[in-house]
């Protein structure tokens, strides 16, 4: 076979989805003339594969053309879907809509500036604050309290660090503006399809709320360690699990090719119900963890486990089961936390959803503002 044809065929397998993405490093991909799959592993940047033709003639096989193809077809569509949310400017006059607007001046609040326009044609003046109207602190206080909080200060330091910089607030004000916002941002969110991987990972938390046990499930994309869904439970059942799968096939809008989890007779229960169908061209592959160790690289398990150790500080600092700011987490995670295994981007940032703006918090709660409105 000549490199082009090898190259051809590659180009079949892929575009006939011959072949499943067990994680970054690793595929299964079919052989065309037998029932065997063959593992096309990275290793040292390059691709390798256990078939004939790779092993004997050390060539660039069709199994490695198929899994360069699959991955270019991601990319593509990717890029083609990727949104940008902006920060949102003053461009026009509020009150008329004219566009000659001029600053004019600052706006001193008890607490905060803020920028004063006037405008040309209808000579009135104002000022703009989107999603942070009525709110006695300006944005850079209330999203520098968020920012904290979620990095894993208590309430209480946020507040003490508030101080410091001539900002007199409650830790309970702090827990309103991360309740009121983290509501605002979920709503915006949901609106939202980050565009993640096929092979998903599920774990389990054990936390203690005053005293009760409570277990917290996470569903994560392995490829782009966007924090899919989250649960918070009063037992282990099956069905406390099936309910976080099943959140996320909706926020997905997808099912996993591949799902990852302990070896836990619940997931794999969950997994029956929600990810098990019948025609095996659709069914997602269920491996557990007793399986994965064994054959797969330890860093990316030592990455999941650093995911759930942060996770777990911030949780864990909580006195009760409170929703606004574990779902306030899920969103830190997601958009705002530069991720080390993505080289600095953030999951929202893999997924194809870029924030703009020195201020992510801010340009988050202005879009979010505006598109409920
Ligand atoms: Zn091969
Ligand atoms: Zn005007």
Known sequence: MTQNEREIKGKEIASRHDLTRISDNLYHVKSQTTDKEYNVIKTNDKWICNCPDHTFRQVCCKHIHAVEFSLKIREEVKEKNKITIQPITIDSCLFCKSKEIKKYGIRHNKNYDIQRFVCQDCHKTFSVNIGFEKMKHGPKGITTAMQLYFSGESLRNVSKSLKLIGMDVTHQTVYNWIKKYTELLGKYIEGITPQVGDTWRSDELFLKFSGNIKYM?????????????????????????????????????????????????????????????????????????????????????????????????????????????????????????????????????????????????????????????
């Open 217 to 373: 499930y996470a569903l994560l994309d392995d490829e782009t360690r966007y924090l899919i869904a989250q649960q918070v439970a009063n037992t282990k059942f099956k069905e406390d699990i099936r309910q976080l799968f099943r959140d996320g096939k909706k926020v997905a809008g997808k099912k996993p090719k591949v799902l990852i989890t302990d070896g836990a007779r619940n997931f794999h229960q969950a997994y029956m119900a929600e990810y098990w169908t019948r025609p095996l061209e659709t069914r997602t592959q269920h491996i557990s963890h007793i399986h994965f160790k064994r054959d797969m690289n330890n860093n990316k398990m030592e990455r999941l486990n650093g995911e759930i150790r942060h996770r777990e500080k911030v949780v864990r600092g909580l006195k009760k089961e409170d929703s606004p700011l574990i779902d306030g987490y899920q969103i830190f995670h997601n958009y705002i936390r530069p991720h080390e295994g993505l080289e600095g981007k953030t999951p929202s940032e893999a997924c194809g959803i870029r924030i703009n703006g020195r201020d992510k918090w801010k340009t988050l709660i202005q879009n979010a503002n505006k598109s409920l409105q």
